[in-house]
Structures are given as C-alpha cells and as structure tokens.
C-alpha cells in the first residue's frame, strides 16, 4: 500500500502566535492593545477630517500629514483586527491567502508610510531654504503629483511579494514568529526554493532604508541653512517647524531599526523582546503621530480645541 510522504504535503493554513509565556494574559493585554487601535483611528480620522474642512490648512505640509495620517489608518486597518482576534478570542489559524494579502497590505503601508515622511523633510527643506517661494514650488497639483508617484511606487515595489510567495510550495512548517503575516516570516516556512524572494525581500527593506538614509542627508541640508540664518531666535524658530517631523520619523524607525540589529548582531536574543517591538512597531507610530502633531502643530491644535470647544491657552 503506497503512503504519502508527510515531508510533501503541503498546508494551507498558517499559525500566528501572541506574546509566548503571557497566554494566561492575552485577554488583559487585549484591552490597552484596542484601546490604542481605538485612539489611533480617531485621532488620524480626526487630523484628516480638520485638514480636509479648514480651508487654512488646505497647504503642502497638511496634505502630506494627510498623507501619513491615511498611511497609518491603513497600517493600523491591515495588522492590529488580526493581532486583537488572537488576544481576545485565541483564534491563531489564518489561511495562507489572507495571510499573503494582509503581508502585502502591511508593507505596502509600511513602504508608503517611510515614503511620506522622506517628502515631509524634503518639505521642510524648501520652507527653510525658500521661504519665500515655498507656495510657487509646492504648488497644490504638484503636492498632488508627488503624493499619487509615491502611492504608485509603494504598490509596485510590495506587488511581486504576493505572487512570490504564492509560487511556494508549504510543507508541515506553518507556525509563524508574530501577530501577523510578513514576507520573510512567511518565506522561511517555505519548503521549495525561496532564494527570488529572499533578494527580492532584501532589495525593499534596501529601498525602505534608503528613505531613511534620504531623510537623513535632507536635515544635513536644512540644518546647514539654519546655521546660516544670522538671528539665533529666528534658527530656533525654523527648528522648531521640524519638531513634529523629527519626532515621527524616529517613531516609525527607531523600532524597525532595533529589530533589524538584534536580528543581525544579538547572539542571545530574546524571542519576547523582538515580539513586543515587532508589535509596538504596528501600535505605536498610528497612535503617537496625531498626538506629537497636535501637541507640536498650533494650528492643528487650535482647530482641534476649537472642535471640542474649548479654548487654546
């Protein structure tokens, strides 16, 4: 009687896992982790709803907040419904073609994300640099144009991901590292030859950091221009228009970086500390950009008190 060989037959159903050692709490940590979820879609709701009805705000540095605020909906939207089902209900399967489509959707709106704040320091370049000219250069069509060449480049450059992985073949292995699908947690568990999505797989996350890299040489160029500025009271005032954009680019990088050292150069890493920054990496900047750009931006917060009727002291 012929038996089939176990090694070949392949599954069609991945497992996510939650916070390993801390099962006992899943339900408790469901509760800040949707309280986060809640507050993250209400304020980036509450930034684009300002932005869109304020004619006042109708300028280049609020439509590319716009721009973040949609990214980080889209990220919060894409991870964190499959991280609370884990928590609240320990339901871990998820079929291999949603968890396909939810790895495109969440580096999608990674990719997007990085891209916006690369054009949020070039923006804040030219008002330092050309202040006087900023309307003229960022005029609305051109903010426009910029915005949908970045949402076109992000998709394009995360589409071949999907249909790369699907090309796999998945055999026995179908326990993933987190509370959601990514490319190279996915592509481990393949048991056919994934070396096109490895360098491929490589080449984003290359493309990723190169925005940052670009943000980076961006605030080389601006603080070059402050330092010129002859009056310290007018450099302080220029610096602080790069408060809010600083604070999210660090927001949105410092965990992608931790994670990435520890992954390469930790010889004892612990498991729960790279799934804890993983999982502050989808939480943290959607809930913590509204917050940072009503606090740092007086105008997003005047309107934002105004709503509320109150008062801005």
């Given amino acids: 009687m012929f038996l089939p060989n176990t090694s ?27 309280l986060m979820y809640l507050m993250a879609i209400l304020g980036n709701c509450t930034i684009l709803c300002i ?25 919060s939207f ?23 489509a ?45 915005g949908l060449a970045f949402a076109v480049k992000s998709i394009l450059l995360v589409l071949p991901l999907p249909f790369t992985l699907k090309r796999l073949r998945y055999c026995n292995k179908r326990l993933l590292s987190h509370s959601y699908c990514l490319h190279q947690d996915v592509m481990k568990l393949a048991c056919s030859d994934n070396r096109v999505n490895f360098y491929y797989g490589l080449f984003v ?32 005032k220029a610096l602080n228009t790069c408060v ?3 604070s999210a680019v660090l927001i949105f990088y410092v965990p ?19 799934i804890l920054i993983a999982d502050a990496f989808l939480l943290v900047p959607p809930l913590m950009n509204p917050i940072v750009y009503c606090v740092k931006t007086w105008q997003i917060r005047v309107k934002v008190l105004e709503r509320l009727g109150l008062k801005s002291k």
């Fill in 8 to 34: 070949e037959i392949e599954v069609s159903m991945f497992l996510l896992i939650g916070i390993p050692g801390l099962e006992h709490m899943h339900v408790w940590l469901s509760i800040p982790i949707c």
């Fill in 51 to 75: 932005i869109r009805t304020e004619t006042s705000l109708h300028e280049p540095m609020y439509y590319f907040l716009s721009m973040l605020a949609l990214s980080d909906l889209g990220l």
């Fill in 78 to 100: 894409s991870s964190i419904p499959t991280m609370l089902r884990i928590f609240l209900f320990n339901t871990m399967g998820i079929s291999a073609d949603a968890c396909i």
């Fill in 102 to 146: 939810q790895e495109f959707f969440i580096h999608g709106f990674t990719d997007m994300e990085s891209s916006v704040l690369l054009i949020m320091s070039f923006d804040r370049f030219v008002a330092i640099r050309h202040p006087l000219r900023y309307s003229s250069i960022l005029t609305d069509s051109r903010v426009m144009q910029i």
């Fill in 205 to 236: 996350a290359l493309c990723m950091m190169s925005d940052c890299v670009f943000i980076a040489v961006s605030y080389v160029f601006i603080l070059r221009t402050v330092l010129g500025i002859a009056s310290h009271g007018e450099r302080l």
């Fill in 244 to 246: 809010s954009h600083i």
């Fill in 256 to 274: 992608i970086i931790t994670l990435a050292t520890m992954h390469r150069f930790a010889k004892h890493k612990s498991p729960l500390a790279m």
